[in-house]
């Protein structure tokens, strides 16, 4: 186990490196501590697997450090970093048994049989290979070839960090859930460090204690499942997390406040002054779907909306509004009557969010 | 749905048969023909049922050489393939480095048969081959005219030279076709040069090594121009094979009857040893 810190790291896949764009990382410091379960979660191309393949030392990073408990590890190899991971898509070794394939890592360390035997069965039990544990795995099904890739990894309890590459995308929707518990169960049974990288939200928030969002090469939020939710501190992890995501509106600065359209949406002086200093004029107002209060009568604070969609999903309904010709996300329960040709609804200021040059201003600054 | 029956479309297969006919059968059969009969000439022929084949198969003659033969190419192929196998690891995988690696293992291989015998005829002599002279100089007694076991050794060299290119280059494809995500599992896991070696590549190079035993047995029971140009079969008829005795026996002595039991034997043993060959490795797998 270790505490793995990331420095000015940069990578760019090009030798010679023009701008930003050529950059896979953008410069940027995280660190993962001992012992947590994280998940990287970001789309497809920003990054997560690079930042995985540097973890490792699978590839070596073009600027910047990589430190474990303090110890820079750039130039040691996976073997001496002493780190396992599992791949987006399971590598088997055909050749040998499912058991061989489990011990494999353990003999390689020079274990003794003994302990490598307990060592795989246990693992074996975990992820329910007993059947097929001496058969050659040559013959197994995608979801097991990938509980074996994913066993490999597991198996060593003394690793500093166990990597997984979306390890479940091959694999059918009810196991998946089923494995990820199995994983969770892991990390509390052995406390190993786990960064889990995946694109699908749910996945990292049931997995991980902390999330970090990755776009366009960075970190740009790193916190629990419930910050991201409730404070996204980038647009992007706003419009990323969330079914549907964050309702995020465009506005210009005026005295006192910003406008969209004829909606004024008063703001405190402290924040007022802020914009007044940045002087972007790049300025969004984001609030969640489930934030919105919609009510079918009008009152002081409510702004008048068509109603273009309503659609149910079963245990809440996403209903889709025209707030002149913005387009407003709102959920509601259930219960709610959405018939109506227009509807009223109302941001709670605690809710809505400012965001200059796509990142938040944070309330404490005021 | 009704399926018509109409057998007039055997006549499709008609060119393939003419042509297996011409090409194998007919030539296989009139072997067949002649091994069974004793032929004076044109007309006086006499059916001798299986003595031929008695007589060769009893014959000291087609056992030395079937001895040596086998001895030979064993030897080939204990030397050829880990040699072979062990010069496609050490390649270069990328870049200009490796094409000029391949141009240069390919060279032996386009060289025909006598040119190569030729090539190691005079390599090998004491007084004007580089080979030779420098082993004499650096104080060895290397003279394969005379000796046997410097006779055996320059044929085998020869071979090696000639033919390890082969493997090699079957054994190069075959590892570039492994997927890097076994090379970067194997290092996350771990394993040791020799662990990747024997549990990733050489599984993954099962099936060319299977062809290139194969080729490398049959081409190396069946070897006839470079020791008959190197050596003439000698010193004494110690570097003399299979095919060699094959064709003193068909050419020099004209005993067609002979010649053409030791033909079919000869054919019956490269069957069954690759077959041997081929259904020991292939079953290999299957063990489990």
Known sequence: MAEIQLKSLAHSYSKNPAGPEDYAIRQMSHVWHKGGAYALLGPSGCGKSTMLNIISGLLAPSEGDVLFDNVRVNELSPKDRNIAQVFQFPVIYDSMTVYDNLAFPLRNAGQPKAKIKVKVEEIAAILELEPVLHKKAKGLTADEKQKVSMGRGLVRDDVSAILFDEPLTVIDPQLKWKLRRKLKQIHEQFNITMVYVTHDQLEASTFADKIAVMYGGQIVQFGTPRELFESPNHTFVGYFIGSPGMNLVEVSREDGGVRFDDTFVPLSETLCDHIERVGSSNLKLGIRPEFIQVTDHASDDTHECAVRDVEDLGTYKIVTLMLGDRVIKARVSEDQDTEAATLHVAFPRQWLKLYIDEYLVEEQAE | ?288
């Open chain 2, 1 to 288: 749905m009704n399926k018509i029956a109409d057998n007039r479309a055997w006549w499709l297969v008609l060119p393939v048969f003419i042509l297996v006919a011409f090409s194998a059968l007919i030539p296989l059969m009139t072997v067949v023909n002649y091994s069974v009969q004793d032929i004076f000439g044109p007309g006086s022929a006499y059916f001798v049922g299986t003595e031929w084949f008695e007589e060769v198969l009893g014959s000291d003659r087609l056992q030395d050489s079937l001895g040596r033969q086998f001895l030979f190419s064993g030897a080939v192929l204990a030397i050829q393939i880990p040699l072979g196998i062990g010069i496609a690891l050490m390649m270069p995988t990328t870049g200009k480095r490796a094409s000029l690696c391949l141009i240069l293992l390919a060279i032996p291989l386009l060289i025909p048969w006598n040119v190569v015998g030729t090539i190691w005829q005079i390599f090998g002599r004491g007084d004007i081959g580089l080979f030779g002279w420098g082993l004499n100089q650096l104080g060895m007694d290397y003279n394969y005219t005379s000796s046997t076991v410097d006779a055996w050794l320059t044929v085998l060299l020869m071979d090696v030279w000639h033919w390890t290119p082969l493997v090699a280059l079957l054994c190069y494809s075959g590892l570039r076709a492994i997927p890097e995500a076994f090379y970067q599992a194997a290092e996350i896991d771990r394993a040791s040069n020799w662990a990747i070696f024997r549990y990733i590549q050489l599984p993954r190079l099962k099936s060319v090594l299977v062809i290139a035993v194969l080729l490398r047995f049959m081409d190396s029971f069946m070897i006839y121009t470079e020791p008959f140009v190197l050596t003439g079969g000698g010193p004494g008829s110690s570097t003399t094979f299979l095919s060699q005795t094959l064709t003193t026996m068909a050419i020099g002595q004209f005993d067609i009857g002979r010649a053409a039991a030791f033909s079919l034997i000869y054919f019956l043993i490269v069957l069954l040893v690759s077959w041997l060959f081929f259904t020991a490795i292939t079953h290999l797998d299957r063990q489990k």
